[in-house]
């Protein structure tokens, strides 16, 4: 019964991973020009059922770290399957180093992708 469960558990959590890398690295929607809110609406609402408020915030930050992720590597509006590296654990090293950083620097990261989905958004 427990490696069922862990079993269920792995699949659960590799599919969850696939469907935020699609939705997050995709032609089909205009992800780079989302604001930073509706961005964590769109990568994570269908794996909420009611998050407090820090759990929100956590998620922010996750959101805040994938776009900057993205922007960094230029995924956005390439197809899922083009990308040159391997997501997750290229992922995983850059969200570790960002950790450890001071909450002024968080602060700073959303300000310099918020002027950037402004200044997208202008330009369309």
Same mark, same amino acid.
């Not at 939705?23 to 609402?45: C, H, I, W």
């Not at 922007?71 to 960002?98: C, E, Q, V, Y």
């Given at each position: 019964? *427990?490696?069922?469960?862990? /079993?269920?558990?792995?699949?659960? &959590? ?9 939705? *997050? ?12 809110? =509706? @961005?964590?609406?769109?990568? &994570?609402?269908?794996?909420? @059922?009611?998050? /407090? ?6 998620? &922010?930050? +996750?959101? +805040?770290? @994938? ?22 654990? =290229? &992922? ?27 200044? @997208?958004?202008?330009?369309?």
């Amino acid at each position: 019964m *427990l490696i069922t469960c862990f /079993s269920f558990a792995s699949h659960s &959590f590799t599919n969850w991973r696939n469907q935020i890398r699609q939705k *997050l690295v995709t032609p089909d929607r205009n992800v780079e020009g989302m604001s930073l809110k =509706a @961005l964590q609406r769109y990568l &994570f609402s269908a794996f909420w @059922l009611c998050p /407090s408020v820090t759990d929100e915030n956590k998620n &922010f930050r +996750l959101t +805040l770290a @994938l776009r900057a992720f993205a922007d960094g590597h230029k995924l956005f509006r390439k197809a899922p399957n083009a990308t040159s590296i391997d997501f997750w654990r =290229a &992922f995983k090293k850059n969200i570790d180093s960002m950790m450890k950083q001071s909450p002024e620097r968080w602060t700073s990261l959303e300000q310099k992708h918020t002027g950037k989905i402004e200044a @997208l958004n202008k330009e369309d």
